[in-house]
């Protein structure tokens, strides 16, 4: 059989190269995207798992087409598929929240390709093997500065302040949160009154620019007098 785009042979390296760079493509504006967004799962997660999809996908068509004469009455990628669903849920262990921000994404999409990838060794197929890791590591180092380079990091944060009713309004609060436009994208506000304390406490999640001064929002904050705590997480 041959590629449509190549006019190779299917199981030539230069066909499994070029469906891989195409599925990296893929994978790089979709993530681009989502990362413009400022989405959990972003540019290096979606090409890492658009490159170890596609690597299993040539895994599965070459291993009939290697396997058959040897083994007729019997299913070698049978096996292998079961390895893809478990070692999914072991990526998923590396997935955890702090705070409002999810981590560890970028780790279980590598998890899980490099399982691929081990599949694609074992049954043989070296130079697949060999083109699959080397655009992994291509995509978890070069890309990574592409990202930070192409969008602007922001992390979800929960900016808490408490202070005395009677002399500080949330208001006052927010105005000064709202100095810092360029760096602080707020979210979502909440306000809640201890009356019998006579304290008000404002909970801002909100988007925070990595390169901002947090010690400059605090002190401005502080500014305002009569703030009783202030806590960033």
């Known amino acids: 059989m041959m590629d449509n785009i190549t006019g190779l042979e299917l199981l030539s ?3 499994a190269l070029v469906r891989m ?3 990296l493509a893929a994978g790089f504006l979709v993530g681009f995207e989502r990362e413009r967004q400022y989405q959990p799962a972003g540019l290096r997660t979606h090409m890492v798992l658009a490159l170890g999809a596609c690597t299993i996908m040539i895994l599965s ?3 009939p087409a290697t396997f058959i004469d040897q083994f007729a009455n019997s299913d070698p990628a049978r096996l292998s598929a079961q390895v893809i669903s478990g070692i999914g849920f072991l990526g998923a262990g590396a997935i955890f929240k ?3 921000s999810i981590r560890g994404l970028t780790t279980a999409a590598t998890i899980w390709t490099t399982s691929g990838i081990g599949l694609v060794f074992g049954a043989g197929y070296y130079m697949l093997g060999v083109i699959s890791t080397v655009l992994l590591v291509i995509v978890l180092q070069v890309f ?9 990091q922001r992390k979800i944060r929960i900016l808490q302040v408490t202070f005395y009713s009677a002399e500080i309004t949330p208001k006052q609060v927010m105005n000064v949160v709202k100095m810092f436009k360029d760096d602080i994208e707020v979210r979502q506000v909440s306000i ?10 404002i909970e801002i999640n909100c988007r925070i620019d990595e390169d901002i001064s947090i010690r400059q929002l605090f002190n401005s904050i502080k500014e305002l007098g009569s703030i009783k ?3 960033i997480d």
């Open 13 to 15: 390296p230069v066909t």
């Open 21 to 23: 760079l195409f599925a």
């Open 61 to 63: 068509l070459y291993i």
């Open 98 to 100: 702090y705070g409002f």
């Open 144 to 152: 990574e500065r592409i990202e930070n380079w192409l969008v602007e």
């Open 192 to 201: 809640t009154e201890d009356v019998e304390n006579k304290t008000t406490d």
């Open 229 to 231: 705590t202030l806590r």
